[in-house]
């Protein structure tokens, strides 16, 4: 896909996720989508620089006991493939009741690095993303 300025998804990942990547990043767009654990999720190359991958779920149990194998996958791909930033996303119908959760699960991944981030946003913000 390419990253045509007011595409949905350059905006869900400026405005929502606050990316300030530079403005040539946003020339080139590519998304997948694939599932990681038996969890569908919608794999977002931004630029060479950014990888995202945006998982699909209501269970905040699953997602917390997943998210550091989520991590250290997410983080392998983008040190083996040379992206600057790797951030995992979580979109969910009650992003509230999810985050404390998924959070702590996320602050306690051994060997998580500043590169890394983790954001849990209501589904209805993908409005690229169907499932």
Avoid: K, Y
Avoid at 2 to 25: D, H, K, M, N, T
Avoid at 41 to 61: P, Q, S, W
């Amino acid at each position: 896909m390419a990253g045509a300025s007011g595409s949905p998804i350059r905006r869900f990942i400026q405005e929502v996720l606050g990316c300030g990547c530079p403005e040539e990043v946003f020339r080139r767009i590519e998304t997948r989508a694939v599932s990681r654990d038996g969890v569908p999720l919608t794999r977002i190359e931004v630029g060479g620089r950014l990888l995202v991958e945006v998982f699909d779920t209501d269970d905040a149990g699953r997602a917390a006991a997943q998210v550091p194998g989520w991590v250290a996958a997410v983080v392998a791909e983008r040190d083996a493939r040379g992206f600057n930033r790797a951030r995992i996303v979580i979109a969910t119908a009650e992003p509230g009741r999810m985050q404390a959760r998924v959070q702590h699960a996320f602050d306690a991944v051994p060997g998580r690095d500043e590169r890394t981030h983790l954001h849990v946003v209501d589904r209805g913000a993908c409005q690229w993303h169907t499932t």
